[in-house]
């Protein structure tokens, strides 16, 4: 299973980024998926994330209202949509997914099997 993530960049304050988390290596769209950033000398933290059937969704309460996570099964792609970003956005951004997950949103860095290779959101002020 690989995942290629894609539209991370520079961006101002205020402004906003879409995103995308490309699945490729299995046919089966049975899987959660999550979203999480690392910022330099922090923990990976856990940003938003999906249920398998992506009919509901968790975030971290500093993004929740401002962050969307979605999922096109046809397209077989996750997108974390961010608007109203702020300096303290900054970091690399993950996409990963977790097959024969339950029916829960996953929090948890290590719940996860796969990872994307990570794209760097900049937020300047």
């Known amino acids: 299973v690989q995942l290629q993530a894609s539209g991370g960049g520079l961006v101002q304050a205020g402004g906003s980024l879409r995103l995308s988390c490309a699945v490729s290596g299995r046919t089966s769209s049975n899987y959660a998926t999550g979203w999480f950033r690392q910022a330099p000398g922090k923990e990976r933290e856990f940003v938003g994330g999906l249920t398998k059937t992506g009919k509901r969704a968790d975030y971290a309460d500093s993004v929740n209202g401002r962050f969307t996570v979605s999922r096109d099964n046809a397209k077989n792609t996750v997108s974390l949509q961010m608007n109203s970003l702020k300096p303290e956005d900054s970091a690399v951004y993950y996409c990963?997914?977790?097959?024969?997950?339950?029916?829960?949103?996953?929090?948890?860095?290590?719940?996860?099997?796969?990872w994307g290779q990570g794209t760097q959101v900049t937020v300047s002020s």
């Open positions: 990963a997914v977790k097959y024969n997950a339950i029916l829960m949103v996953y929090r948890r860095a290590e719940e996860y099997h796969y």
